[in-house]
């Protein structure tokens, strides 16, 4: 602010002067005047600089409060990151001595099922050994047998007893109870797979087939299936590890036993089972609405008589194989076309004229036939044919089986 100069009243020079005018009056006065405004702005300027000064006081103070907040604030965040650290600390130190715990469990659980299987083994090693030894015994008592029939000149007995062959089928029967859950699970469940699928898959797309629900036909042709499953595979694979690792056959041939009445009570048992186990499909057909005939109760005995041919055919060709292996070719290239072609999930006379002609050496064909017949109703002429044909399959193929099996047990 620019100070103007105050003007100073001029002394009187003596006392003989004249009296001053009004002009000469006022001045003194405005000077006074603005003495008292200058005066006035200097103290509203000081009250503003302490107004200034009171605010900034009260700034620095807000400054001040809002640092010991935030300090405040910060060191209850630093407590509570350190709470929440010590608790997840103590957490993870819960959870690390239960996984020390249930590893420590798993480890002993581990531990015991290890022990438990290392004494089953050695328990069915024990019994293995034990049974090798029985038939290593059994051998060389054959072996024995055979060198002194040979030296005294003796002639290996031909024909067939009944008692020979029901010993033989006695000793498959007792084998078989300890096995019988898994195998008639496989012989049983494999074929009403295929009656669902076939049936109820083609089912959905094929109502009828010459006026029969489609999964009736098809129930009545899966028997086939089933006679293949249960005859045709033991009789290669069963009669196959009996012949060459077990060595079954040699023992049982060191009895009174001779390889005509082996191979019949082999696959007599297995027919029979067949012709139990094919009771199953048309049991599942029943549930979907079948009403067979009072012939369905020869359904067990066809697919019996069908099971003659094809378990006899399985121990042909478990006697000419030479490795187990071999056996897919006979699978793939024969038993597989046997079932496609025997009329089982459509009729065979729509094939063309070739494969209906060929169908006539398809002993599953004529088992479809049979079976259809049982339980839709006969018909006297076709079927005694059918019949005709299975019975002469089964024989020819019995006595092939006996045949090619004699010079692989006979030396």
Not at 29 to 50: K, L, N
Not at 82 to 89: S, W
Not at 92 to 107: C, G, L, Q, T
């Amino acid at each position: 602010m620019v100070e103007q100069p105050v003007e100073t009243e001029p002394e009187s020079t003596h006392a003989g002067d004249e009296p001053l005018g009004p002009e000469q009056r006022r001045e003194p006065r405005g000077r006074e005047a603005t003495s008292d405004i200058i005066r006035a702005a200097e103290e509203a300027a000081g009250r503003v600089a302490g107004i200034l000064q009171d605010a900034e006081d009260a700034a620095e103070q807000e400054i001040a409060a809002a640092r010991e907040e935030a300090a405040a604030i910060q060191r209850q965040a630093e407590l509570d990151a350190e709470a929440k650290a010590q608790e997840a600390a103590r957490e993870a130190e819960r959870i690390r001595s239960e996984a020390d715990e249930y590893m420590a469990n798993i480890r002993l659980a581990a531990d015991s099922y290890a022990t438990q299987r290392e004494a089953d083994a050695a328990e069915q090693s024990r019994k293995l050994l034990e049974e090798a030894e029985v038939e290593a015994r059994a051998v060389r008592a054959a072996e024995a047998e055979r060198l002194e029939a040979a030296a005294e000149g003796r002639h290996v007995r031909r024909g067939i007893e009944l008692t020979a062959v029901v010993a033989v089928m006695s000793r498959d029967i007792s084998v078989f109870l300890r096995s019988w859950r898994s195998t008639t699970f496989s012989a049983i469940v494999e074929p009403i797979i295929l009656l669902l699928a076939f049936g109820l898959g083609f089912g959905a797309l094929i109502s009828q087939v010459r006026g029969v629900d489609y999964i009736q036909f098809v129930a009545t042709g899966v028997v086939a299936t089933t006679v293949v499953y249960s005859s045709a595979f033991p009789g290669m694979f069963s009669t196959f590890v009996k012949r060459e690792f077990q060595r079954i056959y040699d023992a049982l041939l060191a009895t009174p036993v001779n390889v005509d009445e082996l191979v019949t009570a082999e696959v007599v048992w297995i027919s029979i089972r067949t012709g139990v186990y094919s009771i199953a499909p048309v049991v599942v057909a029943i549930g979907f609405g079948l009403r067979p005939g009072w012939g369905v109760v020869l359904v067990p005995f066809i697919a019996f008589l069908a099971a003659l041919g094809l378990s006899s055919f399985g121990v042909t060709m478990a006697a000419t194989m030479k490795s187990i292996s071999n056996f897919n070719f006979i699978i793939s290239g024969v038993l597989v076309p046997l079932i496609l072609l025997a009329g089982a999930y459509f009729p065979v006379d729509s094939l063309p004229h070739w494969a209906y002609i060929a169908d006539q050496f398809n002993p599953l064909y004529h088992c479809v036939a049979l079976v259809r017949h049982a339980v839709f109703g006969f018909d006297t002429g076709h079927d005694l044919y059918h019949f005709g044909v299975l019975v002469f399959v089964a024989v020819v193929m019995w006595r092939i089986a006996i045949w090619q099996l004699r010079p692989r047990l006979i030396d």
